[in-house]
Nanobody, 126 residues
């Protein structure tokens, strides 16, 4: 079992940056691929970024690659999502997610996620 705890959300102005943090804990926390999804009001949950358990393989949604970066501190089982040049369209609840096994950089389907965090709100006013 793996528990995920996100932090770092908040209200920021357009053009500013924000970094989300997700700490994984539990017996197999070091063996999971970690990911970020987001869900805006009235929309489906969408893939944002993911990183393999080792940190060697990363993937970011194509439309966000120029602004979002995913990274991981392997020793601390902590994943980060750095978001630059934020826009009002980035307003959403951001969820940390994890699943056992490998990850090779492709968009992760939410159907394959085993563990979810509670979510953290990011708001960028227009």
């Amino acid at each position: 079992q793996v528990q995920l705890a996100e932090s770092g959300g908040g209200l920021v102005q357009a053009g500013e940056s924000l970094t989300l943090t997700c700490v994984a804990s539990g017996r197999t926390a070091g063996d999971v691929a970690m990911a970020w999804f987001r869900q805006a009001p009235g929309k489906e949950r969408e893939f944002v970024a993911a990183i393999s358990w080792s940190g060697n393989n990363k993937g970011v949604q194509d439309s966000l690659k120029d602004r979002f970066t995913v990274s991981k501190n392997y020793a601390r089982n902590t994943a980060y999502l750095k978001m630059d040049s934020l826009k009002p369209d980035d307003t959403a609840v951001y969820y940390c997610a994890a699943r056992p096994g490998g990850y090779w950089g492709d968009p992760m389907s939410p159907d394959t996620v085993h563990y979810w965090g509670q979510g953290t709100q990011v708001t960028v006013p227009s």
